[in-house]
Protein backbone atom coordinates (compact mmCIF):
# COMPACT_ATOMS: atom_id res chain seq x y z
CA UNK A 1 0.00 0.00 0.00
CA UNK A 2 2.80 2.21 0.94
CA UNK A 3 3.95 1.94 -2.85
CA UNK A 4 0.58 3.77 -4.18
CA UNK A 5 0.88 6.79 -4.95
CA UNK A 6 -0.34 9.44 -2.35
CA UNK A 7 -1.84 12.09 -4.34
CA UNK A 8 -3.64 15.45 -3.42
CA UNK A 9 -6.78 16.57 -5.35
CA UNK A 10 -8.06 20.32 -5.74
CA UNK A 11 -11.66 21.02 -6.36
CA UNK A 12 -13.22 24.39 -7.18
CA UNK A 13 -15.34 24.48 -9.86
CA UNK A 14 -18.58 25.63 -8.45
CA UNK A 15 -19.50 26.26 -4.91
CA UNK A 16 -17.39 23.27 -3.14
CA UNK A 17 -14.33 24.04 -2.17
CA UNK A 18 -12.31 20.88 -1.93
CA UNK A 19 -9.28 19.38 -1.15
CA UNK A 20 -9.35 15.30 -0.99
CA UNK A 21 -5.74 12.95 -0.37
CA UNK A 22 -6.12 9.43 -1.54
CA UNK A 23 -3.45 6.58 -1.63
CA UNK A 24 -3.80 4.27 -4.28
CA UNK A 25 -7.52 3.96 -4.27
CA UNK A 26 -8.02 4.46 -0.45
CA UNK A 27 -9.70 7.55 0.69
CA UNK A 28 -7.17 9.26 3.67
CA UNK A 29 -9.31 12.66 4.15
CA UNK A 30 -11.93 14.79 2.01
CA UNK A 31 -12.17 18.20 3.44
CA UNK A 32 -14.70 20.45 2.43
CA UNK A 33 -15.99 23.75 2.76
CA UNK A 34 -19.20 25.06 0.91
CA UNK A 35 -21.01 28.88 -0.53
CA UNK A 36 -24.03 27.37 -1.21
CA UNK A 37 -25.75 29.01 2.26
CA UNK A 38 -24.45 32.12 0.45
CA UNK A 39 -26.24 32.05 -2.89
CA UNK A 40 -29.50 30.50 -1.32
CA UNK A 41 -31.33 33.70 -1.60
CA UNK A 42 -30.51 34.51 -5.22
CA UNK A 43 -31.90 30.33 -6.18
CA UNK A 44 -28.87 29.46 -7.96
CA UNK A 45 -24.96 29.79 -7.81
CA UNK A 46 -23.52 33.18 -8.10
CA UNK A 47 -20.32 32.89 -9.89
CA UNK A 48 -18.24 36.21 -7.93
CA UNK A 49 -19.63 34.39 -4.72
CA UNK A 50 -18.42 31.27 -5.26
CA UNK A 51 -15.33 33.15 -6.07
CA UNK A 52 -14.27 34.75 -3.26
CA UNK A 53 -15.95 32.02 -0.89
CA UNK A 54 -12.94 29.77 -2.25
CA UNK A 55 -10.41 32.50 -2.08
CA UNK A 56 -11.37 32.84 1.42
CA UNK A 57 -11.71 28.65 2.28
CA UNK A 58 -8.38 27.14 0.43
CA UNK A 59 -6.15 27.79 2.83
CA UNK A 60 -7.70 26.51 5.80
CA UNK A 61 -9.45 23.49 3.99
CA UNK A 62 -6.25 22.35 2.32
CA UNK A 63 -4.66 22.44 6.11
CA UNK A 64 -7.65 20.47 7.16
CA UNK A 65 -7.10 17.77 4.64
CA UNK A 66 -3.41 16.97 5.45
CA UNK A 67 -4.07 17.21 9.26
CA UNK A 68 -6.82 14.70 8.49
CA UNK A 69 -5.07 12.61 6.19
CA UNK A 70 -1.26 13.21 8.90
CA UNK A 71 0.07 13.78 6.03
CA UNK A 72 2.45 16.61 5.05
CA UNK A 73 2.90 18.76 1.81
CA UNK A 74 6.21 16.98 1.38
CA UNK A 75 4.85 13.53 1.47
CA UNK A 76 2.71 14.36 -1.65
CA UNK A 77 3.56 12.63 -4.71
CA UNK A 78 1.70 14.53 -6.99
CA UNK A 79 -1.37 17.50 -7.00
CA UNK A 80 -4.49 17.46 -9.27
CA UNK A 81 -6.50 19.88 -9.71
CA UNK A 82 -9.75 20.43 -11.62
CA UNK A 83 -8.99 22.38 -14.70
CA UNK A 84 -12.48 22.41 -16.06
CA UNK A 85 -15.28 22.45 -17.13
CA UNK A 86 -16.44 24.74 -14.02
CA UNK A 87 -17.09 28.56 -13.64
CA UNK A 88 -13.96 30.28 -15.11
CA UNK A 89 -13.37 32.71 -11.49
CA UNK A 90 -13.99 29.46 -9.53
CA UNK A 91 -11.77 27.54 -11.67
CA UNK A 92 -8.86 29.79 -11.19
CA UNK A 93 -8.72 29.81 -7.54
CA UNK A 94 -8.10 26.47 -7.20
CA UNK A 95 -5.90 26.09 -10.29
CA UNK A 96 -3.79 29.05 -9.15
CA UNK A 97 -3.17 27.22 -5.25
CA UNK A 98 -2.22 24.41 -6.95
CA UNK A 99 0.27 25.34 -8.84
CA UNK A 100 1.29 27.57 -5.80
CA UNK A 101 2.07 24.73 -4.24
CA UNK A 102 3.09 22.47 -6.58
CA UNK A 103 5.91 25.14 -7.22
CA UNK A 104 7.06 25.26 -3.62
CA UNK A 105 6.59 21.94 -3.15
CA UNK A 106 8.24 20.47 -6.54
CA UNK A 107 5.88 18.11 -7.08
CA UNK A 108 3.89 17.29 -10.36
CA UNK A 109 0.47 19.21 -11.07
CA UNK A 110 -1.75 16.83 -12.70
CA UNK A 111 -4.49 19.56 -14.21
CA UNK A 112 -7.94 17.32 -14.38
CA UNK A 113 -11.81 17.41 -15.63
CA UNK A 114 -14.13 17.77 -13.74
CA UNK A 115 -16.37 15.44 -15.25
CA UNK A 116 -13.72 12.20 -15.61
CA UNK A 117 -13.09 13.23 -11.86
CA UNK A 118 -16.99 12.48 -10.91
CA UNK A 119 -16.56 8.90 -12.66
CA UNK A 120 -12.77 8.09 -11.20
CA UNK A 121 -14.39 8.79 -7.41
CA UNK A 122 -16.00 5.58 -7.82
CA UNK A 123 -12.82 3.49 -7.34
CA UNK A 124 -12.82 5.18 -4.28
CA UNK A 125 -15.99 2.97 -2.94
CA UNK A 126 -16.17 -0.19 -5.46
CA UNK A 127 -12.74 -0.17 -6.38
CA UNK A 128 -11.93 -1.01 -10.27
CA UNK A 129 -14.40 0.41 -12.54
CA UNK A 130 -14.78 -2.09 -15.73
CA UNK A 131 -14.33 -1.04 -18.92
CA UNK A 132 -16.15 0.19 -20.91
CA UNK A 133 -18.99 1.25 -18.55
CA UNK A 134 -21.36 4.08 -19.20
CA UNK A 135 -21.75 6.80 -16.92
CA UNK A 136 -24.56 9.06 -16.11
CA UNK A 137 -23.30 12.20 -14.92
CA UNK A 138 -26.43 14.68 -13.03
CA UNK A 139 -25.69 17.35 -11.19
CA UNK A 140 -26.69 21.41 -10.71
CA UNK A 141 -24.10 22.29 -13.44
CA UNK A 142 -24.07 18.97 -15.95
CA UNK A 143 -26.33 16.43 -17.24
CA UNK A 144 -24.24 13.57 -19.07
CA UNK A 145 -24.22 10.38 -20.35
CA UNK A 146 -20.52 9.37 -21.49
CA UNK A 147 -18.74 6.18 -22.79
CA UNK A 148 -15.75 5.00 -20.42
CA UNK A 149 -13.55 2.91 -22.48
CA UNK A 150 -10.22 4.20 -21.25
CA UNK A 151 -10.37 6.83 -18.01
CA UNK A 152 -6.59 7.79 -18.66
CA UNK A 153 -7.36 8.66 -21.84
CA UNK A 154 -10.39 10.24 -22.67
CA UNK A 155 -13.85 9.36 -22.38
CA UNK A 156 -16.67 9.70 -25.52
CA UNK A 157 -19.78 11.93 -24.41
CA UNK A 158 -23.07 9.81 -26.17
CA UNK A 159 -25.01 13.15 -24.90
CA UNK A 160 -26.19 15.86 -22.79
CA UNK A 161 -28.27 18.58 -21.75
CA UNK A 162 -29.60 20.71 -24.14
CA UNK A 163 -30.92 23.17 -22.12
CA UNK A 164 -31.00 22.83 -18.29
CA UNK A 165 -29.03 19.93 -16.40
CA UNK A 166 -30.74 17.81 -14.62
CA UNK A 167 -30.13 19.13 -10.93
CA UNK A 168 -30.97 23.19 -12.28
CA UNK A 169 -34.80 21.57 -12.78
CA UNK A 170 -34.91 20.48 -9.61
CA UNK A 171 -33.49 23.77 -8.01
CA UNK A 172 -35.97 25.44 -10.27
CA UNK A 173 -39.24 23.54 -9.45
CA UNK A 174 -38.25 23.68 -6.25
CA UNK A 175 -38.05 27.66 -6.46
CA UNK A 176 -41.65 27.83 -7.83
CA UNK A 177 -42.94 25.63 -5.26
CA UNK A 178 -41.57 27.61 -2.81
CA UNK A 179 -39.51 24.82 -1.22
CA UNK A 180 -36.17 26.75 -1.04
CA UNK A 181 -32.48 25.87 -2.46
CA UNK A 182 -31.00 23.71 -3.56
CA UNK A 183 -33.95 22.24 -4.50
CA UNK A 184 -33.28 18.53 -5.01
CA UNK A 185 -32.81 17.35 -1.21
CA UNK A 186 -36.31 19.04 -0.77
CA UNK A 187 -37.76 17.61 -3.24
CA UNK A 188 -36.67 13.80 -2.80
CA UNK A 189 -38.24 14.00 0.70
CA UNK A 190 -41.51 16.06 -0.10
CA UNK A 191 -41.98 13.38 -3.06
CA UNK A 192 -42.27 11.06 -0.46
CA UNK A 193 -45.71 12.09 0.90
CA UNK A 194 -46.98 12.55 -2.87
CA UNK A 195 -48.37 10.11 -5.48
CA UNK A 196 -45.85 10.04 -8.66
CA UNK A 197 -48.67 8.90 -11.06
CA UNK A 198 -51.13 11.51 -10.29
CA UNK A 199 -49.99 14.61 -12.92
CA UNK A 200 -48.23 13.23 -16.52
CA UNK A 201 -45.20 15.37 -16.79
CA UNK A 202 -43.93 15.73 -20.21
CA UNK A 203 -40.55 13.35 -20.75
CA UNK A 204 -38.31 15.41 -22.62
CA UNK A 205 -36.67 14.13 -26.37
CA UNK A 206 -37.92 10.50 -25.34
CA UNK A 207 -40.48 10.71 -28.59
CA UNK A 208 -39.69 8.80 -32.19
CA UNK A 209 -38.94 11.85 -33.82
CA UNK A 210 -36.18 12.97 -31.24
CA UNK A 211 -34.25 9.07 -31.63
CA UNK A 212 -32.29 10.60 -34.49
CA UNK A 213 -30.61 13.51 -33.71
CA UNK A 214 -31.26 13.34 -29.88
CA UNK A 215 -31.21 9.60 -28.79
CA UNK A 216 -28.72 10.19 -25.59
CA UNK A 217 -29.77 13.87 -24.97
CA UNK A 218 -31.72 15.20 -22.46
CA UNK A 219 -34.30 18.51 -22.55
CA UNK A 220 -35.52 19.32 -18.74
CA UNK A 221 -36.95 23.28 -19.61
CA UNK A 222 -40.00 21.92 -21.15
CA UNK A 223 -40.47 20.23 -17.96
CA UNK A 224 -39.80 22.83 -16.03
CA UNK A 225 -42.51 25.26 -18.23
CA UNK A 226 -45.56 22.50 -17.79
CA UNK A 227 -44.82 22.52 -14.03
CA UNK A 228 -44.92 26.17 -14.01
CA UNK A 229 -48.09 26.32 -15.90
CA UNK A 230 -49.84 23.17 -13.87
CA UNK A 231 -49.17 25.40 -10.87
CA UNK A 232 -50.27 28.67 -12.46
CA UNK A 233 -53.73 27.26 -13.70
CA UNK A 234 -54.42 25.69 -10.24
CA UNK A 235 -53.97 29.03 -8.57
CA UNK A 236 -56.09 30.65 -11.17
CA UNK A 237 -59.02 28.63 -10.14
CA UNK A 238 -58.05 29.46 -6.71
CA UNK A 239 -57.53 25.91 -5.58
CA UNK A 240 -54.40 24.91 -3.57
CA UNK A 241 -51.58 23.46 -5.28
CA UNK A 242 -50.79 19.58 -4.28
CA UNK A 243 -46.71 20.15 -3.50
CA UNK A 244 -46.35 16.83 -2.86
CA UNK A 245 -48.16 15.36 -5.81
CA UNK A 246 -46.27 17.91 -8.00
CA UNK A 247 -42.59 17.14 -6.57
CA UNK A 248 -43.35 13.49 -6.60
CA UNK A 249 -44.46 13.61 -10.51
CA UNK A 250 -42.18 16.11 -11.61
CA UNK A 251 -39.18 13.82 -9.82
CA UNK A 252 -40.99 10.90 -11.73
CA UNK A 253 -40.59 12.43 -14.81
CA UNK A 254 -36.79 13.27 -14.39
CA UNK A 255 -35.86 9.92 -13.10
CA UNK A 256 -38.02 7.76 -16.11
CA UNK A 257 -35.91 10.13 -18.46
CA UNK A 258 -32.69 9.59 -17.24
CA UNK A 259 -32.63 6.01 -16.47
CA UNK A 260 -34.45 4.61 -19.63
CA UNK A 261 -31.29 6.64 -21.77
CA UNK A 262 -28.75 5.87 -19.54
CA UNK A 263 -29.99 1.76 -19.70
CA UNK A 264 -30.71 2.19 -23.93
CA UNK A 265 -26.88 3.83 -23.51
CA UNK A 266 -25.42 0.42 -22.08
CA UNK A 267 -27.64 -1.80 -24.41
CA UNK A 268 -26.64 0.01 -27.75
CA UNK A 269 -23.24 -0.28 -26.27
CA UNK A 270 -23.18 -3.59 -25.23
CA UNK A 271 -22.28 -2.22 -21.99
CA UNK A 272 -22.89 -3.88 -18.46
CA UNK A 273 -22.00 -1.35 -15.99
CA UNK A 274 -23.73 1.89 -15.56
CA UNK A 275 -21.93 4.26 -12.99
CA UNK A 276 -24.37 7.27 -11.75
CA UNK A 277 -22.62 10.10 -10.54
CA UNK A 278 -23.32 14.26 -9.57
CA UNK A 279 -25.38 15.31 -7.05
CA UNK A 280 -28.78 14.16 -8.67
CA UNK A 281 -27.29 10.77 -8.01
CA UNK A 282 -28.34 11.04 -4.53
CA UNK A 283 -32.41 11.39 -5.21
CA UNK A 284 -33.57 8.26 -3.90
CA UNK A 285 -36.05 7.78 -6.82
CA UNK A 286 -33.44 7.60 -9.43
CA UNK A 287 -31.55 5.03 -7.26
CA UNK A 288 -34.83 2.58 -7.18
CA UNK A 289 -35.75 3.29 -10.81
CA UNK A 290 -32.26 2.39 -12.33
CA UNK A 291 -31.72 -0.63 -10.23
CA UNK A 292 -34.91 -1.34 -11.28
CA UNK A 293 -34.66 -0.93 -14.99
CA UNK A 294 -30.76 -2.21 -14.80
CA UNK A 295 -31.70 -5.25 -13.36
CA UNK A 296 -33.59 -6.69 -16.01
CA UNK A 297 -30.81 -6.27 -18.31
CA UNK A 298 -28.30 -7.61 -16.13
CA UNK A 299 -26.53 -4.35 -15.95
CA UNK A 300 -24.47 -3.43 -12.29
CA UNK A 301 -25.66 -0.11 -11.30
CA UNK A 302 -22.70 2.04 -9.18
CA UNK A 303 -23.25 4.72 -7.28
CA UNK A 304 -20.93 6.11 -4.83
CA UNK A 305 -22.29 7.29 -1.65
CA UNK A 306 -24.06 10.69 -1.57
CA UNK A 307 -20.63 12.86 -0.32
CA UNK A 308 -19.03 11.10 -2.90
CA UNK A 309 -21.87 12.58 -5.63
CA UNK A 310 -21.72 15.53 -4.86
CA UNK A 311 -18.32 18.08 -6.02
CA UNK A 312 -15.28 17.28 -3.84
CA UNK A 313 -11.71 17.24 -3.42
CA UNK A 314 -11.70 13.60 -3.34
CA UNK A 315 -12.71 12.77 -6.87
CA UNK A 316 -10.10 14.95 -8.00
CA UNK A 317 -7.27 12.96 -6.05
CA UNK A 318 -8.96 9.75 -7.04
CA UNK A 319 -8.86 10.47 -11.00
CA UNK A 320 -5.09 12.35 -10.36
CA UNK A 321 -4.10 8.70 -8.71
CA UNK A 322 -5.42 6.79 -11.56
CA UNK A 323 -3.59 8.92 -13.91
CA UNK A 324 -0.11 9.03 -11.63
CA UNK A 325 -0.64 4.78 -11.39
CA UNK A 326 -1.01 4.01 -15.62
CA UNK A 327 1.95 6.66 -16.40
CA UNK A 328 0.31 9.67 -17.93
CA UNK A 329 3.13 12.67 -18.05
CA UNK A 330 1.94 15.40 -15.28
CA UNK A 331 0.86 18.86 -17.45
CA UNK A 332 2.98 21.88 -17.41
CA UNK A 333 3.02 24.45 -14.62
CA UNK A 334 1.20 26.92 -16.46
CA UNK A 335 -1.89 24.66 -17.48
CA UNK A 336 -4.67 27.46 -18.10
CA UNK A 337 -8.24 26.95 -16.34
CA UNK A 338 -10.48 25.65 -19.12
CA UNK A 339 -13.89 26.97 -18.37
CA UNK A 340 -15.04 24.83 -21.19
CA UNK A 341 -12.70 22.32 -21.13
CA UNK A 342 -13.55 19.00 -23.42
CA UNK A 343 -14.11 15.82 -22.82
CA UNK A 344 -11.39 14.27 -25.31
CA UNK A 345 -8.77 14.61 -22.40
CA UNK A 346 -8.80 13.34 -18.96
CA UNK A 347 -5.72 15.52 -18.19
CA UNK A 348 -4.33 18.87 -19.61
CA UNK A 349 -1.67 17.30 -21.94
CA UNK A 350 2.19 18.14 -20.46
O1 LIG B 1 -22.78 17.84 -7.83
P1 LIG B 1 -23.39 19.00 -7.12
O2 LIG B 1 -23.12 19.15 -5.65
O3 LIG B 1 -22.90 20.35 -7.73
C1 LIG B 1 -22.90 20.66 -9.07
O4 LIG B 1 -23.95 21.19 -9.51
O5 LIG B 1 -21.88 20.40 -9.76
O6 LIG B 1 -24.95 18.93 -7.42
C2 LIG B 1 -25.86 19.84 -6.85
C3 LIG B 1 -27.21 19.61 -7.48
C4 LIG B 1 -28.26 20.62 -7.11
O7 LIG B 1 -28.93 21.04 -8.27
C5 LIG B 1 -29.18 19.85 -6.18
O8 LIG B 1 -30.52 20.31 -6.22
C6 LIG B 1 -29.06 18.44 -6.73
O9 LIG B 1 -27.70 18.31 -7.10
N1 LIG B 1 -29.40 17.43 -5.74
C7 LIG B 1 -30.45 16.59 -5.86
C8 LIG B 1 -30.50 15.80 -4.67
N2 LIG B 1 -29.46 16.20 -3.87
C9 LIG B 1 -28.80 17.20 -4.55
N3 LIG B 1 -31.33 16.42 -6.86
C10 LIG B 1 -32.27 15.49 -6.70
N4 LIG B 1 -32.41 14.73 -5.59
C11 LIG B 1 -31.55 14.84 -4.55
N5 LIG B 1 -31.69 14.09 -3.46
ZN1 LIG C 1 -19.80 18.32 -10.47
Redesign the pocket.
Known amino acids: MRDEPLVLGIET ?4 TGVGIVRGHTLLADALASSVDQHARFGGVVPEIASRAHLEAIVPTMRRALADARVTLADIDAIAVTAGPGLAGALLVGVAAAKGYALAADKPIYGVNHLAAHVAVDTLEHGPLPEPAIAMLV ?4 SSLLLVDDLTAGVTPLGATIDD ?4 A ?2 KV ?1 RLLGLGF ?4 V ?2 RTATEGDRRSIAFPRGLTAARDQAAHRFDFSFSGLKTAVARWVEARERDGEPVPVADVSASFQEAVCDVLTAKAIDACLANGVRTLLIG ?3 A ?3 R ?1 RVLASERAGKHGIEVRVPRPQL ?3 NGAMVAALGSHLVAAGVAPSRLDLPADSAMSLTAVSVAG
Do not use: K, R, W, Y
Not at 13 to 16: I, N, P
Not at 139 to 142: E, K, L, T, V
Not at 182 to 185: T, V
Open positions: SCDESGGHAAGEFDAPGGPIDGGVANSLCTD
